[in-house]
């Protein structure tokens, strides 16, 4: 499995952007999906997590209510939808996948065996 992550850019405090991580291989419906992100000097932390099959999902407890993972197994796609976004979201933000999902784990980067690239999203104040 290959990742591709786009969509990053420049954001006021406050806007609004949709990540999305395009995965090639005709195997990904089966793999649970992730997004972290690294901001400069700080390690890489986990944001959001989805299932398989688009559920269930997990989110970082400081970020849930302001940003949704969805899956799209039809067209080999995950996305992030951040809204309401802040400085500190400022960060590389990285796609993952792997061929299960923790229900205890989904935080870790071991869980996942693929990674994108990661795409820059950067909050203006």
């Known amino acids: 499995v290959q990742l591709q992550a786009s969509g990053g850019g420049l954001v006021q405090a406050g806007g609004s952007l949709r990540l999305s991580c395009a995965a090639s291989?005709?195997?990904?419906?089966?793999?649970?999906a992730a997004w972290f992100r690294q901001a400069p000097g700080k390690e890489r932390e986990f944001v959001a997590a989805?299932?398989?099959?688009?559920?269930?999902?997990y989110y970082a407890d400081s970020l849930r209510g302001r940003f949704i993972i969805s899956k799209d197994n039809a067209k080999n796609m995950v996305y992030l939808e951040m809204d309401s976004l802040k400085p500190e979201d400022t960060a590389v933000y990285y796609c993952?996948?792997?061929?299960?999902?923790?229900?205890?784990?989904?935080?870790?980067?071991?869980?996942?065996?693929?990674w994108g690239q990661g795409t820059q999203v950067t909050v203006s104040s």
């Open positions: 989805i299932g398989w099959k688009g559920a269930p999902t």
């Open positions: 291989g005709r195997d990904f419906a089966n793999y649970a």
């Open positions: 993952a996948a792997g061929r299960t999902l923790s229900l205890v784990y989904y935080g870790q980067r071991d869980q996942y065996d693929y």
